[in-house]
């Protein structure tokens, strides 16, 4: 009963450093998502993919890559790290079709200094 | 664009007070509509999910509608608990373009509830 699973838990970055942030789904859901989460702001799309092999921009995606190589897997890189980034970002997935309630990851607290 | 949008951004209540919470949205294009709680620190959990043909859901003390027409939903919480108090968030579930299949989920910023023992 994973679910969706995201890693690292916390991190703090130093200015200009990258890092990658780890989804994994283990339900085969074709749809996977990125989301940051700022204090009164909600949540915001960053990038969201459709299947493997396919990926699109959401609504904040710049300063961050994602890819989608396998069905499982949906890491988010940032590059070049700056304190705008830092955030709580979700990783959720959903099946294809109507009745598919999303699941999400407990989130990583992420820390630019 | 989608646009989902929760009035009031807080709430409190006395418990045991029934109460309702408001989401509206813009596109009625949708493939459902889900109602979240999320706690303090935490991740996103599932409450109620309703699907765009559907007009209502119900679990336990929860009860979400759906009317598309109006682009509007409500979480509908009888006799309230201190437990309850969490952020609720609604998002909607869209349909691409030109597959019509699902694609984006799109969230409201919440509302933080609040129920005084």
């Known amino acids: 009963n994973a679910g969706v699973t995201q890693t690292p838990k916390f991190r703090i970055l130093k200015i200009g450093q990258s890092m990658t942030l780890q989804c994994t789904q283990d339900m085969n859901h074709n749809y996977m998502y990125w989301y940051r989460q700022d204090p009164g702001m909600g949540l915001k799309l960053i990038y969201y993919?459709?299947?493997?092999?396919?990926?699109d921009k959401g609504e904040v995606p710049n300063g961050y890559n994602v890819s989608r190589s396998t069905t499982e897997d949906f890491p988010l890189r940032l590059e070049l790290a700056a304190p705008s980034q830092t955030s709580v970002y979700f990783c959720?997935?959903?099946?294809?079709?109507?009745?598919?309630?999303?699941?999400f990851g407990q989130g990583t607290r992420l820390t630019v200094v | 664009k989608q646009e989902v949008t929760q009035i009031p951004a807080a709430l409190s209540v006395p418990e045991g007070e029934n109460l309702v919470l408001n989401c509206s949205f813009t596109d009625s294009a949708i493939y459902n509509l889900q109602w979240f709680r999320q706690d303090p620190g935490k991740g996103l959990t599932s409450l109620l999910l309703?699907?765009?043909?559907?007009r209502e859901q119900t679990s336990g003390r929860l009860n979400a509608s759906l009317d598309k027409s109006s682009g509007r939903s409500t979480l509908y919480i009888a006799a309230s608990q201190p437990g309850d108090s969490a952020t609720y968030l609604c998002a909607v579930v869209e349909k691409a373009l030109y597959t019509g299949a699902n694609s984006k989920l799109t969230f409201g910023k919440g509302i933080t509830l609040s129920v005084r023992p």
């Open positions: 309703i699907q765009s043909s559907q």
């Open positions: 993919s459709v299947g493997a092999g396919i990926t």
């Open positions: 959720a997935s959903t099946a294809h079709g109507p009745n598919t309630e999303a699941f």
